[in-house]
């Protein structure tokens, strides 16, 4: 995909140089010169221009772009920039970050954003990606810690369906952090059993991944999982 992100602070270039790992193409457009760093993400496309100015999108070629993402530090821009990259240049998936959590509820259809990216949504906004049913779906990557956010959504087959967290053998160095259910997202204790169509998030290491897999959707989606990676 071609990808624009405004902004490229601390945030804007980690966004750029992990999409960029992925394979994309990247254009950053910076408003300030002192800001411009193209040593930071060489193979990032850089633009020093104004985000929130018609004629700067237009010579960037916006409407050439899969995917937008505000991601400035000023949220009042971030919102400009996604309201004129959705109704003025029709790019399909428009992604902001959210500063200040009490300015959330501005961050909607109606100025132009597809996914607001804040703190306490952020969990929610990348499960809403992961749509696989039945099996282990690598959310990010924790580069320094060497570990993953995985998730898994439970098939009616899962062995464990119907029965208490603690009954769940999960393997050493994973974690489960969080259930998915329907709208609501639920904070795992012991007691909690879990159900058909959970999102179940788990923070573990790479190693462990295909244990994780087994454990939960039971050994016959290692082996598929397997012939997939074959």
């Avoid at 960029?20 to 300030?32: A, K, P, W």
């Avoid at 990606?129 to 810690?145: H, I, N, P, S």
């Avoid at 059993?193 to 959707?217: K, S």
Wanted: net charge negative.
């Amino acid at each position: 995909m071609r990808i624009a992100i405004a902004g490229a602070g601390n945030v804007g270039r980690s966004i750029a140089q992990e999409l960029i790992d992925n394979g994309h193409q990247v254009m950053l457009i910076e408003r300030q010169p002192k800001m411009l760093r193209p040593d930071r993400v060489p193979a990032a496309e850089w633009v020093l221009a104004d985000a929130c100015e018609l004629a700067s999108l237009e010579e960037a070629n916006i409407a050439g772009c899969d995917v937008v993402v505000a991601a400035t530090g000023d949220d009042k821009v971030n919102l400009v920039v996604s309201l004129l990259a959705k109704t003025e240049f029709a790019v399909a998936r428009v992604v902001a970050r959210v500063n200040r959590a009490e300015n959330e509820w501005l961050f909607t259809e109606q100025w132009g954003v597809d996914v607001a990216v804040s703190k306490p949504r952020v969990m929610a906004a990348l499960v809403e990606e992961a749509v696989t049913v039945g099996d282990l779906v690598r959310l990010m990557t924790f580069r320094q810690g060497e570990a993953n956010l995985v998730e898994i959504t439970l098939p009616p087959t899962a062995p464990y369906v119907g029965q208490p967290i603690h009954a769940v053998p999960i393997p050493r160095d994973a974690a489960l952090v969080a259930i998915l259910r329907g709208k609501r997202v639920l904070v795992p204790s012991p007691d909690d059993p879990i159900e058909t169509g959970d999102e179940l998030i788990f923070v573990c290491t790479a190693a462990v991944e295909e244990e994780v897999r087994a454990v939960i959707l039971g050994p016959a989606s290692t082996e598929r999982g397997n012939q997939d990676q074959g």
